[in-house]
């Protein structure tokens, strides 16, 4: 094995001494390469939603894609408005004129619903009249008050439009579900195409164009802000919530947090260059280096279609930290050689020599540690492992070829300006040194106190094991945003008046036309409405369930000289039949959200509070048994929205987790085996590895930090830092101990040589 390390350490000095010999050829390839694949960086799509956790293949999307086709979105932006007063005239003429200034003003909108334009039903000599609440303009503070009394004994306006105390009123915007790019169809041949049964609908291959993009929708946010900005004012307060502000305003985040951390990242590594290496071309080489190699993968998602997501955002960070250390652990061997001969190509030759091997082997164990997040479930975290793993590659490829070519090009340093430089290195020579001697007791006392060592560390690990043992998980993007920013205090607005805006949506497909207007149907509707609206689960309570049922237990009761007790469902077939054509004739459409044309398909929508999906799942569970035991022998049913996405995010993060740690430690200790070709020395290799990931999971549950989609990948990054540091000490110490055959003297010449470097990575 030893004969394999050193034949291809050799070839590594060879490719360095051609790449000195032909460094323009190099650089000009190189240089054609990174523009090949940067070109595509203007093709990156951002996706922020709740949905793009999932796989565009994943059942889950495919189910809740087929929802919105068939009813449209069931994500709105809630305008929550708390006036002195609701009921009074001139509220009532400033909510008009809001209303109708985001019907005339917002893009790719399909509807505004408020109390001014809301359906009302009332009978009048046997007749259904259907209208607008507020078609009749209240002049007199009496029809002020007939229209409060209207409004709060109304079932389906409470919780929705106005709270249960009357203090409250809110706004419903409400997007189109389609994009108009790229379509051919108009939109009312969509909206046909929307009511086609399950069997008959189906995504084509344009389909992503089919559904309103990321781009339309913040288009459509922006425009309701800038309404309400201009309606907003003391007597007229406006908080707007939803999921569409969500995605809206974490694109925003993302944009505008992605630079400063790369930014903040790139200020502290060049602080930390100039430290070490005291040179420009120190700073500058390793910089061009990473960036390049970043901007390359970066290029990648843009080749390939892969839409940048809230995690993906980390992968500049990761291949920043990961890609520097490669640069930086040649360097060190460079100019360490530059020093002591004083030749330029000799130093490369000696440097990739010495490290390529070691850089390729880090670079194999990083990737495969990405590489496990593949098998997850979640998009995101699966898209991050698969290209993170190619970004460190390009990383390695970057470091190994442009690197040595840029060194060549440097323009040579003359005899006396070397002597002047070793002469300033020595003057320099306390400072320089503080590092090394700090490293140097370092060693020293590992090596000569190693079980006071083991016992200090297997008591932390102890410690850590049982912090990590009260680890939560959490899926909230809500939080991911500040605590001060406005969509995180219209979202607990909303929660405490509106009892939430997060959905769960049923959706009951019968055998035949007409099976919804079954009595026997409508009225286990009804029941479900019942069983639904005060569910509760760790004080997380349904606050609202509607459906078709109280369309038709609406229009019964008005047909009834608006009697309560004819509040029901009708026992006849044929008069549920007759009162949805009457309400159909209306002039309404409002049963296009509620059933589908051939009335084979009903939808039911739950509305809860928003809270993080870890605590959804006692809900949903409940209420699933329920649909099992009163649906379950229909044609078919699926339970979608908002809420069920957002348990399947957390859950398959959970199982998703466990797997992939499982995995990259299998195939990092494989590798480290094979490196230093010694079963048991590769074993015991991988403990420093876990180490500082076992610390850090334990720190985080017992501060209660949560384990979330981005945190978990946290341990990624520790992980492939742990590992470089691992794979270079572990390879300078085997050459060093075969030179000398002498543990303390090997430990030094490692912690003296690429010890720095593995501090100033590890600082990174």
């Given at each position: 094995m030893k004969k394999i390390i050193q034949n291809i350490e050799s070839k590594f000095e060879q490719m360095g001494r051609w790449i000195n010999v032909h460094p323009k050829r190099v650089i000009l390839v190189m240089l054609l390469f990174f523009a090949i694949l940067a070109s595509n960086l203007v093709s990156i799509e951002v996706d922020t939603s709740t949905e793009a956790f999932f796989s565009e293949n994943d059942q889950t999307r495919i189910t809740y894609n087929k929802?919105?086709?068939?009813?449209?979105?069931?994500?709105?932006?809630?305008?929550?408005?708390?006036?002195?007063?609701?009921?009074?005239?001139?509220?009532?003429?400033?909510l008009k004129s809001f209303h109708e200034d985001l019907e005339a003003e917002v893009p790719h909108l399909d509807e505004v619903q408020s109390l001014i334009n809301v359906t009302a039903m009332r009978g009048e000599g046997g007749d259904l009249i259907i209208e607008e609440l507020m078609a009749d303009w209240p002049d007199e503070d009496a029809e002020v008050m007939d229209l409060k009394d209207r409004v709060l004994?109304?079932?389906?306006?409470?919780?929705?439009?106005?709270?249960?105390?009357?203090?409250?009123t809110t706004v419903v915007v409400r997007s189109n579900a389609f994009s108009d790019l790229g379509i051919d169809l108009d939109q009312e041949g969509i909206l046909e195409e929307g009511f086609l049964d399950e069997e008959?609908?189906?995504?084509?291959?344009?389909?992503?164009?089919?559904?309103?993009?990321d781009e339309q929708n913040s288009e459509f946010v922006e425009a309701i802000k800038s309404v309400a900005d201009r309606h907003r004012n003391t007597d007229f307060p406006i908080e707007l919530g939803g999921s569409p502000v969500m995605v809206h305003d974490l694109n925003k985040a993302m944009f505008k947090d992605m630079p400063v951390f790369v930014l903040a990242s790139l200020g502290v590594i060049a602080i930390l260059l100039l430290l070490l290496f005291r040179r420009l071309s120190g700073l500058l080489l390793p910089i061009l280096t990473v960036i390049l190699s970043m901007l390359t993968a970066l290029g990648l998602l843009g080749l390939t279609g892969t839409k940048l997501t809230i995690v993906m955002q980390i992968l500049p960070s990761i291949l920043i930290t990961v890609g520097i250390g490669y640069s930086v652990h040649l360097l060190v061997i460079y100019y360490r050689h530059l020093r002591e001969h004083g030749d330029e190509g000799d130093a490369i030759a000696f440097a990739m020599g010495h490290s390529g091997l070691a850089i390729l082997i880090t670079s194999l164990t990083t990737a495969g540690g990405l590489l496990s997040f593949v098998p997850v479930k979640v998009a995101p975290v699966s898209d991050l492992g698969l290209y993170g793993a190619a970004g460190i590659m390009l990383c390695v490829f970057f470091t190994l070829v442009l690197l040595p070519a840029l060194l060549s090009v440097l323009p040579k340093v003359k005899s006396a300006v070397v002597e002047e430089k070793l002469h300033f290195?020595?003057?320099?020579?306390?400072?320089?040194?503080?590092?090394?001697?700090?490293?140097?007791?370092?060693?020293?006392?590992?090596v000569n106190h190693p079980w006071k060592v083991?016992?200090?560390?297997?008591?932390?690990?102890?410690?850590s094991l049982f912090g990590a043992t009260q680890l939560r998980f959490s899926h909230n993007p809500v939080a991911w945003l500040p605590d001060n920013h406005s969509l995180r205090n219209a979202t607990d607005a909303i929660n405490d008046h509106m009892k939430g805006s997060a959905s769960i949506e049923l959706v009951v497909e019968r055998d035949e036309e007409d099976a919804v207007k079954d009595p026997e149907f409508m009225k286990r509707l009804d029941e479900f409405n019942r069983f639904s609206e005060g569910t509760s689960h760790n004080k997380i309570v349904v606050g609202k369930s509607s459906s078709v049922v109280d369309v038709v237990k609406e229009i019964n009761q008005v047909l009834n000289e608006d009697r309560e007790e004819y509040y029901r469902v009708p026992m006849d077939r044929r008069m549920i039949a007759q009162e949805l054509l009457l309400f159909e004739n209306g002039g309404t459409d409002d049963l296009e959200n509620l059933v589908n044309t051939p009335y084979s398909k009903a939808r039911v929508t739950l509305k809860t509070t928003w809270v993080d999906a870890n605590q959804y799942s006692g809900l949903v569970s409940k209420i699933e048994r329920k649909i099992e035991d009163m649906f379950g022998k229909e044609k078919s049913y699926v339970v979608t929205g908002l809420i069920p996405i957002m348990v399947k995010t957390i859950t398959f993060l959970m199982e998703g987790m466990l797997i992939s740690y499982l995995i990259a430690a299998v195939v990092i200790t494989l590798m480290m085996i094979i490196l230093l070709a010694d079963f048991r020395l590769g074993l015991w290799s991988m403990i420093p590895n876990f180490f500082p990931v076992l610390v850090g999971l334990g720190v985080m549950g017992m501060l209660d930090l949560p384990l979330d989609a981005m945190s978990i990948l946290v341990g990624s990054i520790a992980i492939g830092v742990a590992v470089d540091d691992t794979v270079h000490f572990m390879h300078n110490f085997r050459r060093y101990q075969y030179i000398h055959q002498d543990i303390h003297l090997a430990v030094e010449k490692t912690l003296t040589s690429t010890g720095r470097a593995m501090l100033l990575t590890t600082i990174v």
């Amino acid at each position: 094995m030893k004969k394999i390390i050193q034949n291809i350490e050799s070839k590594f000095e060879q490719m360095g001494r051609w790449i000195n010999v032909h460094p323009k050829r190099v650089i000009l390839v190189m240089l054609l390469f990174f523009a090949i694949l940067a070109s595509n960086l203007v093709s990156i799509e951002v996706d922020t939603s709740t949905e793009a956790f999932f796989s565009e293949n994943d059942q889950t999307r495919i189910t809740y894609n087929k929802f919105r086709e068939q009813f449209g979105r069931d994500e709105i932006v809630l305008a929550l408005i708390h006036p002195k007063n609701v009921f009074d005239i001139e509220f009532l003429k400033k909510l008009k004129s809001f209303h109708e200034d985001l019907e005339a003003e917002v893009p790719h909108l399909d509807e505004v619903q408020s109390l001014i334009n809301v359906t009302a039903m009332r009978g009048e000599g046997g007749d259904l009249i259907i209208e607008e609440l507020m078609a009749d303009w209240p002049d007199e503070d009496a029809e002020v008050m007939d229209l409060k009394d209207r409004v709060l004994r109304n079932k389906f306006y409470r919780n929705f439009l106005v709270s249960e105390d009357g203090q409250y009123t809110t706004v419903v915007v409400r997007s189109n579900a389609f994009s108009d790019l790229g379509i051919d169809l108009d939109q009312e041949g969509i909206l046909e195409e929307g009511f086609l049964d399950e069997e008959e609908t189906s995504f084509s291959d344009n389909e992503k164009s089919q559904l309103l993009t990321d781009e339309q929708n913040s288009e459509f946010v922006e425009a309701i802000k800038s309404v309400a900005d201009r309606h907003r004012n003391t007597d007229f307060p406006i908080e707007l919530g939803g999921s569409p502000v969500m995605v809206h305003d974490l694109n925003k985040a993302m944009f505008k947090d992605m630079p400063v951390f790369v930014l903040a990242s790139l200020g502290v590594i060049a602080i930390l260059l100039l430290l070490l290496f005291r040179r420009l071309s120190g700073l500058l080489l390793p910089i061009l280096t990473v960036i390049l190699s970043m901007l390359t993968a970066l290029g990648l998602l843009g080749l390939t279609g892969t839409k940048l997501t809230i995690v993906m955002q980390i992968l500049p960070s990761i291949l920043i930290t990961v890609g520097i250390g490669y640069s930086v652990h040649l360097l060190v061997i460079y100019y360490r050689h530059l020093r002591e001969h004083g030749d330029e190509g000799d130093a490369i030759a000696f440097a990739m020599g010495h490290s390529g091997l070691a850089i390729l082997i880090t670079s194999l164990t990083t990737a495969g540690g990405l590489l496990s997040f593949v098998p997850v479930k979640v998009a995101p975290v699966s898209d991050l492992g698969l290209y993170g793993a190619a970004g460190i590659m390009l990383c390695v490829f970057f470091t190994l070829v442009l690197l040595p070519a840029l060194l060549s090009v440097l323009p040579k340093v003359k005899s006396a300006v070397v002597e002047e430089k070793l002469h300033f290195q020595e003057r320099s020579q306390t400072r320089i040194s503080f590092v090394d001697r700090a490293l140097k007791s370092c060693g020293n006392f590992a090596v000569n106190h190693p079980w006071k060592v083991i016992v200090v560390s297997t008591l932390i690990a102890l410690i850590s094991l049982f912090g990590a043992t009260q680890l939560r998980f959490s899926h909230n993007p809500v939080a991911w945003l500040p605590d001060n920013h406005s969509l995180r205090n219209a979202t607990d607005a909303i929660n405490d008046h509106m009892k939430g805006s997060a959905s769960i949506e049923l959706v009951v497909e019968r055998d035949e036309e007409d099976a919804v207007k079954d009595p026997e149907f409508m009225k286990r509707l009804d029941e479900f409405n019942r069983f639904s609206e005060g569910t509760s689960h760790n004080k997380i309570v349904v606050g609202k369930s509607s459906s078709v049922v109280d369309v038709v237990k609406e229009i019964n009761q008005v047909l009834n000289e608006d009697r309560e007790e004819y509040y029901r469902v009708p026992m006849d077939r044929r008069m549920i039949a007759q009162e949805l054509l009457l309400f159909e004739n209306g002039g309404t459409d409002d049963l296009e959200n509620l059933v589908n044309t051939p009335y084979s398909k009903a939808r039911v929508t739950l509305k809860t509070t928003w809270v993080d999906a870890n605590q959804y799942s006692g809900l949903v569970s409940k209420i699933e048994r329920k649909i099992e035991d009163m649906f379950g022998k229909e044609k078919s049913y699926v339970v979608t929205g908002l809420i069920p996405i957002m348990v399947k995010t957390i859950t398959f993060l959970m199982e998703g987790m466990l797997i992939s740690y499982l995995i990259a430690a299998v195939v990092i200790t494989l590798m480290m085996i094979i490196l230093l070709a010694d079963f048991r020395l590769g074993l015991w290799s991988m403990i420093p590895n876990f180490f500082p990931v076992l610390v850090g999971l334990g720190v985080m549950g017992m501060l209660d930090l949560p384990l979330d989609a981005m945190s978990i990948l946290v341990g990624s990054i520790a992980i492939g830092v742990a590992v470089d540091d691992t794979v270079h000490f572990m390879h300078n110490f085997r050459r060093y101990q075969y030179i000398h055959q002498d543990i303390h003297l090997a430990v030094e010449k490692t912690l003296t040589s690429t010890g720095r470097a593995m501090l100033l990575t590890t600082i990174v």
